[in-house]
């Protein structure tokens, strides 16, 4: 499987640029699934991710700081954005929730307090 994986990375990594938030999770689970550490392209997503981060639901997330974990690659940039985007989605929804009765409607994917 190692000469498929490297195949689809040198597809990949002039389009990294390109993936949303569902292509990033897929593919760098995938890559972490397979035990391929792969750092040209957990090193390639890291602006993407960032860039993205908006754009993330829970489920691209959680799969997301998972492959890189595993892999054990360093993206110290990555969990930190994650992190802040996580405590602006509470604070939106903790504030949103206070005033508004109907539900919260910040909009924001990684709010799960919907």
Known sequence: HTVLLDAILNELTPKLHQCNAQDIANTVWAYATADHSAPALFNGMIPTVIKTLDKFDSQNLANTLWAYATVKHSAPQ?????????????????????????????????????
Do not use: P, R, Y
Request: charged fraction near 10%; charge should be negative.
């Open 78 to 114: 990555v969990f930190d954005a994650a992190a802040a985007a996580a405590l602006t989605a509470t604070a939106t929804a903790i504030t949103s929730s206070a005033t508004n009765s109907s539900g919260n409607n910040s909009g924001n994917k990684l709010d799960t307090f919907n």
